[in-house]
């Protein structure tokens, strides 16, 4: 079992940033790639970064070039980096870790608002 905890989120201004956290602890081991998804009210979740255990990322085409995922493997930690925030950016985000199984957070909320 893998257990995932995020942290960071809150009120921010359009063209703020926050930096999200995600606490990974149990089988991290059994993990193959870690990353963030989001869910705005009313719509699906949506995938939005990952990282794998050999540091490669990927983003979704909506946060390229504002969103910066990384790592602090001593730390069991993930972050994301979100830069140049916008409206339509606010949502819940939750943290999600992919293995045997496929594992999440409880989600943490970011509103992005003037």
């Known amino acids: 079992q893998v257990q995932l905890v995020e942290s960071g989120g809150g009120l921010v201004q359009p063209g703020g940033s926050l930096r999200l956290s995600c606490a990974a602890s149990?089988?991290?081991?059994?993990?193959?790639?870690m990353g963030w998804y989001r869910q705005a009210p009313g719509k699906q979740r949506e995938w939005v970064a990952t990282i794998t255990t050999v540091g490669l990322t990927n983003y979704a085409d909506s946060v390229k070039g504002r969103f910066t995922i990384d790592r602090d493997s001593a730390k069991n930690t993930v972050y994301l980096q979100m830069n140049s925030l916008r409206p339509e950016d606010t949502a819940v985000y939750y943290c999600?870790?992919?293995?045997?199984?496929?594992?999440w957070g409880q989600g943490t909320q970011v509103t992005v608002s003037s």
């Open positions: 999600n870790g992919v293995g045997a199984k496929t594992y």
């Open positions: 149990g089988n991290i081991f059994s993990l193959r790639a």
